[in-house]
């Protein structure tokens, strides 16, 4: 059996280990605490620069739509002046057509009138030689 001496000696000791325990769960306690609140901290920070990235990117987005926009309105009319040219150029190329075809009557009858010519030279000159002066 214990002594009351004895008894008290293990309670106090008891009552240093829960002292110790209880002190070593506060500092635990703070450090977890602390660390929470770098987390915290680090969060609100990370929310902060995703918001303003978010507000970045959505103005660089409007800008590309904006953008994609002026440029689509720009091919329509490239579009609509190639169309016009491919029209021009089909009825060029009719014309060059018909300028061939005038171009070839035109040198069939010079070819016809340079026989007449020389027909009449031809006759020309003989009159010549069958009529002295």
Do not use: P
């Given at each position: 059996m214990m002594?009351?001496?004895q008894r008290l000696d293990r309670l106090e000791r008891i009552a240093r280990l829960m002292v110790r325990a209880?002190?070593?769960a506060r500092r635990e306690m703070r450090q977890q605490d602390?660390?929470?609140t770098i987390m915290i901290d680090a969060q609100i920070k990370n929310e902060d620069r995703f918001a303003k990235?978010?507000?970045v990117n959505e103005s660089r987005?409007?800008?590309l739509v904006e953008s994609q926009k002026q440029h689509d309105e720009k091919i329509a009319i490239i579009i609509d002046a190639q169309a016009k040219n491919e029209d021009r150029f089909a009825e060029?190329?009719?014309s060059q057509k018909n300028t061939d075809r005038i171009l070839a009557e035109l040198a069939e009858s010079q070819k016809n009138t340079d026989r007449r010519l020389d027909a009449l030279?031809?006759?020309v000159q003989k009159g010549r030689n069958g009529?002295?002066?």
């Amino acid at each position: 059996m214990m002594t009351h001496e004895q008894r008290l000696d293990r309670l106090e000791r008891i009552a240093r280990l829960m002292v110790r325990a209880g002190l070593r769960a506060r500092r635990e306690m703070r450090q977890q605490d602390d660390k929470i609140t770098i987390m915290i901290d680090a969060q609100i920070k990370n929310e902060d620069r995703f918001a303003k990235l978010t507000q970045v990117n959505e103005s660089r987005f409007a800008e590309l739509v904006e953008s994609q926009k002026q440029h689509d309105e720009k091919i329509a009319i490239i579009i609509d002046a190639q169309a016009k040219n491919e029209d021009r150029f089909a009825e060029l190329a009719e014309s060059q057509k018909n300028t061939d075809r005038i171009l070839a009557e035109l040198a069939e009858s010079q070819k016809n009138t340079d026989r007449r010519l020389d027909a009449l030279i031809d006759i020309v000159q003989k009159g010549r030689n069958g009529k002295s002066r």
